[in-house]
């Protein structure tokens, strides 16, 4: 499946442009599904970021700890946590 935005990570990330893809594809014709995909998008990103920049992860963390957590929030941007 094709996204329209998120291609871009296709040749990397070949999973993450699958999931936003399919989130993409349910937007309209069921919501409530493309908000499960988004929100196993952004789990897997914040999973890959954790492993790309070697951060030790919480043990039994969700994800709103790993989004605070001191060394995710210093190793990345205001606009990746936003």
């Known amino acids: 499946m094709t996204s329209v935005n998120f291609e871009f990570l296709r040749p990397r990330r070949a ?5 936003a893809a399919f989130a993409e594809q349910y937007a309209w014709p069921d919501p409530s599904s493309a908000l499960v995909k988004l929100r196993s998008f952004v789990e897997e990103m914040v999973a890959t ?5 070697s951060l ?7 994800l ?7 060394t995710f929030q210093a190793a990345t941007p205001r606009v990746i946590r936003s």
């Open 15 to 19: 999973y993450l442009a699958e999931l």
């Open 49 to 53: 970021i954790y492993a790309e920049l």
């Open 64 to 70: 709103n700890d790993l989004l605070n957590e001191s």
């Open 56 to 62: 030790v992860a919480p043990r039994n963390a969700h």
